[in-house]
């Protein structure tokens, strides 16, 4: 008997956790009309937030938390991250780069309090990548500590300003540059985001993606909408810069949904059979935010690379 109900509170939890966001007053609200009659998303919002990706592990079985949980968790976060701690001698000093000014993680959880971005699987975790795919990131972080200062093309996609991968798509909150920018017009939806300043042009008139001969770092975008809801299907990815693992099979599904003036229902399906033993999915508020996207000039000659590469080759005399 015990072991029957508490299957059931299994899935109810795991239902209650897929189920739409209902802000008070949503279910009365409609959202206003672009001139074609589409639901009007545009505007710039933000999607920072502290509630972490996965849950961690001191909330391992528990996917909400109470209002002063939730304080002492926020208080305790940003006592953990502030770029403002002197702690821990130089190497983590110069790592912790920006102060605090700099910054713009967000000061508070998802107003329903989750423990993590992830709603599916019920724990909250990025399901265990499969066996081929955990082999290809273990060789890539082994060839990457191996060769990371050999030249620019060791470095990250982001340090060399070319592509961040949490910005989009899927889009999840960063560390500073959480803006975003929609703009509709009657045969596209354009997504800009501040960090590297990437912007997705997305299609609205039912063509079939392009040849899987042709990838990129962002895949290759089509939307439609589902009544209120733009669904945006992505594939043609490219296995070179993976996100959490994925590589060129990475087939993505996001849903916006406009569910009151100042919230976008944010929320992606991860489907990579090659990489990801099972589908996840991760649930994210966008929140109307004053102001404009300013270029994110990432790149200024990109002088830290050259520092990088001269530092690791001072490194090297000194052997």
């Keep these: 008997m015990q072991a029957r109900c508490a299957a059931l509170f299994g899935a109810m939890a795991g239902l209650v956790l ?21 639901p009007d998303l545009q505007g710039v919002w933000i999607n920072a937030t502290l509630t972490p990706l996965e849950r961690p592990a001191e909330f391992v079985g528990k996917p909400f938390l109470t209002e002063q949980e939730a304080a002492d968790y926020v208080t305790r976060t940003l006592q953990q991250v502030s770029s403002e701690r002197r702690d821990g001698g130089q190497q983590v000093d110069v790592a912790r780069s920006y102060n605090e000014f700099w910054r713009d993680r967000g000061d508070g959880l998802v107003s329903d309090r989750r423990t993590s971005l992830i709603v599916d699987p019920p724990d909250g975790n990025v399901p265990p990548l499969t066996p081929g795919a955990q082999k290809r990131w273990d060789e890539s972080q082994a060839w990457m500590e191996k060769h990371a200062t050999d030249g620019p093309e060791g470095r990250s996609l982001a340090e060399r300003c070319l592509s961040w991968r949490t910005s989009g798509p899927p889009m999840l909150p960063g560390p500073y540059n959480n803006d ?104 994210v508020p966008l929140n109307k935010t004053a102001g404009q996207v300013y270029e994110y000039a990432c790149h200024e000659g990109n002088y830290a690379m050259t520092d990088i590469l001269a530092g690791a080759r001072a490194a090297e005399k000194r052997k």
């Excluded at 897929?18 to 589409?38: F, K, V």
């Excluded at 300043?197 to 990838?215: A, E, F, K, N, T």
């Design 18 to 38: 897929l189920a739409p966001i209902s802000l008070p007053g949503a279910e009365h609200w409609s959202p206003p009309r672009t001139p074609d009659g589409q």
């Design 180 to 283: 975003l920018q929609i703009v509709q017009t009657a045969g596209y939806v354009a997504i800009l985001n501040e960090m590297i300043h990437d912007m997705r042009l997305i299609p609205l008139d039912g063509r079939p993606h392009v040849s899987p001969q042709i990838r990129g770092w962002m895949g290759d975008s089509r939307g439609h909408w589902e009544g209120n809801t733009l669904v945006v299907d992505t594939t043609n990815f490219t296995g070179e810069y993976s996100f959490r693992g994925s590589d060129e099979n990475l087939h993505l599904t996001e849903r916006l949904t406009r569910v009151s003036p100042d919230v976008i229902q944010y929320e992606f399906t991860v489907n990579d059979p090659t990489a990801f033993t099972k589908p996840w999915t991760a649930r």
